[in-house]
């Protein structure tokens, strides 16, 4: 038996809710970010931002669905956004349902409109840190799952 398969059997339950916590945390940082007009929506918008300001970035979401894995160019600029935002101390998260992430988000964004949320950034909205404790939730999910080689964390969405 592996570390890894003796790890998995001891943190099933707890893996279990501690995925469904930052799901739930997840969905509602997106919600309130679009409330205060601090989401960016789209891999290239969101490479702007990130080149323009990275500073002002506090969390970026990656989202593929199965169709999506198969999209090289896509995984290529997921691959840069991942390297820029971990040199940057941005944490980051992936999310494998971009209908879901459509749906939490709408329409209202020009990117959500052209159907590009493959990546989508969280910035803060004026210069005094933004204390979300949605935010502050998935920082220590994105914390935590980094100290176990986690770099990207993978997150369910709730319905």
């Known amino acids: 038996m592996t570390l890894e398969e003796i790890r998995g059997q001891d943190t099933v339950p707890e893996s279990t809710a501690r995925m469904q916590g930052a799901g739930k945390a997840l969905h509602e940082l997106l919600l309130s970010a679009q409330r205060q007009g601090c989401l960016t929506a789209g891999v290239y918008e969101s490479a702007k931002v990130l080149n323009v300001d990275p500073d002002n970035v506090t969390f970026c979401v990656l989202a593929a669905d199965e169709e999506d894995e198969g999209d090289i160019a896509l995984q290529i600029h997921f691959t840069l956004i991942q390297a820029f935002c971990c040199e940057n101390d941005i944490d980051i998260v992936r999310v494998g349902d971009v209908q879901r992430l459509a749906a939490i988000v709408g329409a209202g964004d020009e990117a959500a409109a052209s159907g590009d ?26 914390e935590e799952s980094r100290s176990v080689n986690d770099w990207v964390p993978s997150i369910t969405l709730p319905e």
């Open 117 to 142: 949320l493959h990546c989508i950034l969280i910035s803060n909205p004026n210069e005094d840190a933004w204390k979300d404790p949605a935010l502050e939730k998935l920082s220590l999910f994105c």
